[in-house]
């Protein structure tokens, strides 16, 4: 066996925040070694100090607002630690010897500035005065990562480019400098499964060319196992599990890394309930995780329709010139026609762009078709008055994908979810608090909850109270837009669970919309597939496995369990 050769080896982290006597500690004695030419996977839930020990690398944290020690953190025997090196010193480290792929590539990017000015202001840092070389390296890296028309992306801006394109001039950004080292945070996060696949299978390619490292930083374990060698399990800043990859998933040791690998659905999950972490931590996994699912829903003409689609269709016309009116047309949901019942989970799924959320908002009656109509009980929603479309807003209410952004950081949690219940007289003001009470209380928060604000919140609570604030006012319809998509696999399947005890107690109607074919299977009653603003199929869940009529969501499905 031949011998390892230590690139970067971290002692004994530590990361404090907060004054006083008990301050958070963020990151525990975390120790390891990153090897030369492996993948290395950390995963863990958010808070469980990932991100931050990489981030503390590049002295990316901020002191003196954290208190960062360590025996010693060691990059080819050269100290890196804080108190080590120099911010000029650290300056010309970054970026040459060990990169960043961030998480939220939109917003690591300059609005203002085009992407391939960016890319070379990170080769121009380390390389003054050489803009020809930069321009060349960086239209070289675009095709090396495999960007289609890499001058026009060169000259796009952030919100020109598809997700997935901009993880990849992320990528392409951090490979500028040829560093041995690339740290990736949560590089496919929001992505749909085929983009994943694509960008997984880029970056492993680009390992291999370049005899790089890279720390792959995720909370999905589903990943871990296609793209690593060693994965490294963390909770509350310590590391709990540590090994070969192929040994940590197939022989887990700690209940915590047992409990993550049990609630990630897959295509053949077929349980009552997701297991969840806490009961695996508590060494009593749930009695219902054992249980087989009863069989999905059928609907037909004859139940109760809510929502009826007639040949709807989103056509966005783009001007392409100033002084010639030509105009460049844009089909974002082509000609889709299907019915939603009531009691029904029906789940969309389809890559970025696919038409999904477009769809969704002209359910809502926030977009308005360019053609066909959208029917409420008969009605169409769209020819509403004031009154009724007030009503109807009762009716259909939306959970976004984002909890924190779709909360007003200025409100009170009590505040939040009283609002729409004083605005459409569900409540007097002085029962609002113990009808918000009794909301937390059915969504698995307690009333401790009604004066804190959305900052102080996990990513599940926020999401939590989400739900709760569209349950206040006791709609028949609830449009789930990605809302499990960027959280941990076991707030995932905690939240997965609530939803599918809800539409249980009160007979609720969930349009369902992910990129994550297994939770859409999971979850739904029947599955609708979007491609390129179209319609590929609807197909009962049960039968989406084995009868799978368009090539599209075949291949939706080989993707999920494609080797890279």
């Not at 059928?298 to 001007?319: A, G, H, P, R, T």
């Not at 499990?484 to 349009?511: C, F, G, M």
Request: proline letters at 4%; a neutral charge; charged letters at 25%.
């Amino acid at each position: 066996m031949d011998k390892k050769t230590t690139l970067l080896s971290i002692n004994k982290l530590n990361i404090e925040f907060g004054h006083g006597s008990v301050p958070n500690k963020a990151v525990d004695g975390l120790s390891f070694n990153l090897y030369e030419g492996e993948v290395l996977a950390m995963v863990g839930e958010s808070g469980s100090g990932k991100t931050i020990s990489c981030l503390s690398i590049l002295q990316l944290v901020q002191v003196p607002h954290a208190k960062i020690t360590s025996t010693s953190s060691l990059y080819k025997d050269i100290e890196v630690g804080y108190q080590k090196m120099t911010l000029n010193d650290i300056r010309k480290f970054r970026g040459k010897e060990i990169a960043m792929v961030f998480q939220e590539p939109m917003s690591s990017f300059n609005p203002s500035m085009c992407l391939g000015k960016q890319v070379m202001e990170a080769f121009l840092i380390h390389n003054k005065d050489q803009n020809a070389e930069a321009k060349e390296a960086t239209l070289q890296l675009f095709e090396k990562v495999k960007l289609p028309n890499p001058q026009r992306i060169f000259n796009a801006y952030p919100h020109e480019v598809s997700g997935g394109q901009l993880q990849r001039v992320m990528i392409a950004m951090a490979l500028i400098n040829k560093p041995k080292i690339i740290l990736a945070d949560e590089p496919t996060t929001a992505l749909d499964v085929t983009v994943q696949h694509e960008i997984l299978k880029l970056l492993l390619a680009l390992k291999n060319e370049l005899k790089l490292s890279i720390i792959f930083i995720t909370h999905d374990l589903s990943l871990v196992k296609k793209i690593s060698d060693r994965v490294i399990v963390m909770k509350m800043g310590k590391i709990v599990e540590e090994g070969d990859v192929n040994d940590v998933f197939n022989n887990p040791t700690h209940n915590y890394t047992k409990g993550l690998l049990a609630c990630i659905p897959t295509l053949d999950t077929n349980t009552k309930r997701l297991p969840t972490v806490d009961s695996y931590e508590l060494g009593t996994p749930n009695k219902t995780n054992t249980t087989t699912q009863t069989a999905k829903r059928q609907f037909s003409d004859e139940d109760e329709c809510l929502i009826e689609l007639k040949n709807v269709s989103k056509i966005y016309q783009q001007k392409k010139a100033w002084f010639r009116r030509v105009n460049a047309s844009t089909h974002a949901v082509e000609d889709v026609s299907f019915n939603l019942y009531k009691g029904q989970i029906l789940g969309v799924v389809g890559e970025s762009g696919s038409g999904k959320t477009t769809l969704a908002k002209m359910i809502v009656g926030i977009l308005e078709p360019s053609k066909g109509v959208v029917n409420f009980n008969g009605a169409n929603i769209h020819g509403f008055n004031n009154q009724e479309r007030k009503e109807y807003r009762k009716q259909i209410q939306y959970i976004f994908q984002n909890p924190y952004a779709s909360l007003n950081p200025k409100m009170s949690i009590g505040a939040i979810i009283k609002e729409p219940m004083v605005v459409h007289g569900m409540v007097k003001r002085h029962e609002a608090k113990s009808a918000v009470c009794r909301l937390l209380e059915e969504v698995g928060l307690s009333e401790v909850f009604f004066d804190r604000y959305p900052n102080e919140l996990s990513g599940g609570q926020r999401q939590r109270v989400v739900i709760a604030r569209a349950l206040a006012i006791k709609p028949k319809i609830l449009i789930c837009d990605e809302c499990v998509s960027a959280l941990d696999v076991s707030v995932q399947a905690t939240i997965i669970n609530l939803l599918l005890d809800l539409r249980d107690k009160y007979d609720l109607t969930y349009l369902f919309i992910s990129h994550d074919l297994a939770v859409v299977k999971y979850i739904s009653d029947q599955v609708l597939v979007m491609n390129k603003g179209k319609v590929e199929e609807i197909v009962d869940a049960d039968s989406l496995l084995t009868e799978p009529k368009s090539d599209y969501t075949k291949q939706l499905i080989s993707s999920l369990s494609e080797e890279i």
